[in-house]
């Protein structure tokens, strides 16, 4: 019997803290939250990805009566920024929840597709995509997605 350990990397850090590049890129996707349509969990969620070419992509979370037929903030951005820069990668996201209370006191992850989805881009792409994880209290910053989902279902997984 073998034992694997994996490890994740994440920096911890407060708004202050951040590159202006980052700020901006955070702002972006706090203020996406305002485009949100959650009527069903009132959970409004925002992203922004920054691009190779410079261009900042946004998305918000997009419920539907019929669930699961909407989509998350990070999948709203991402298949935008593939379909309309399909040459230009995906460099950060950043992600930022709020409820009816305002913004969280915790940075609130991506769920399991879209993970797997900002794996798959990732790999796309073939360089790392930063994640940029917003709460009032702090920002968790992951250099790359492997530290969020360590065993991607990819191409290779299926060899």
Do not use: W
């Not at 691009?51 to 900042?56: A, D, K, R």
């Not at 409820?99 to 992850?109: L, N």
């Not at 990732?122 to 209290?137: A, T, V």
């Amino acid at each position: 019997m073998e034992h694997i350990r994996i490890e994740i990397h994440i920096t911890v850090r407060t708004y202050e803290e951040l590159a202006e590049a980052d700020r901006l890129l955070v702002d972006a996707a706090k203020e996406a939250t305002s485009r949100s349509y959650a009527p069903y969990s009132r959970f409004s969620v925002g992203a922004a990805a920054l691009l190779s070419n410079g261009t900042i992509i946004t998305g918000s979370n997009q419920e539907n009566a019929a669930y699961p037929s909407g989509t998350c903030a990070e999948r709203t951005a991402i298949f935008y920024a593939n379909s309309r820069y399909p040459s230009a990668a995906i460099k950060s996201i950043a992600i930022a929840a709020c409820d009816e209370y305002g913004f969280t006191d915790t940075p609130t992850p991506p769920c399991g597709a879209c993970r797997q989805v900002l794996a798959e881009t990732e790999k796309r792409y073939g360089c790392p995509m930063r994640i940029l994880l917003y709460s009032k209290k702090h920002i968790y910053t992951v250099e790359e997605v492997n530290d969020l989902l360590p065993l991607t279902f990819t191409d290779d997984f299926l060899k």
